[in-house]
Nanobody, 118 residues
């Protein structure tokens, strides 16, 4: 399974962005997908996850109520809608595919940079 994250950019605080994670491979829809982020000087952290069917989701406390994860299995794509962005959301965001919504994470894609200006 190969993953490619896109959609990052520069946005003002309070703004919105939608990230996409495009998966390729014959079994790409058989995996849960998670979004992660890593800010400069910090460890990578889990942001949101979605089950294979899309019926279950999970969010970190720091983004709950502001971010929404969804997937379109017909397009082999998982989305992360980010609203009410804050400067502390600035990070490189990447996606991963795994067996369950909380991992283990087996495949990783390259990240996309999100910068939120104050």
């Amino acid at each position: 399974v190969q993953l490619q994250a896109s959609g990052g950019g520069l946005v003002q605080a309070g703004g919105s962005l939608r990230l996409s994670c495009a998966a390729s491979g014959p079994t790409s829809n058989e995996y849960a997908v998670g979004w992660f982020r890593q800010a400069p000087g910090k460890e990578r952290e889990f942001v949101a996850g979605i089950s294979r069917s899309g019926g279950s989701t999970s969010y970190s406390d720091s983004v709950k109520g502001r971010f929404t994860i969804s997937r379109d299995n017909a397009k082999n794509t998982v989305y992360l809608q980010m609203n009410s962005l804050k400067p502390e959301d600035t990070a490189v965001y990447s996606c991963a595919a795994g067996l369950r919504i909380f991992g283990p994470w087996l495949y990783w894609g390259q990240g996309t940079l999100v910068t939120v200006s104050s």
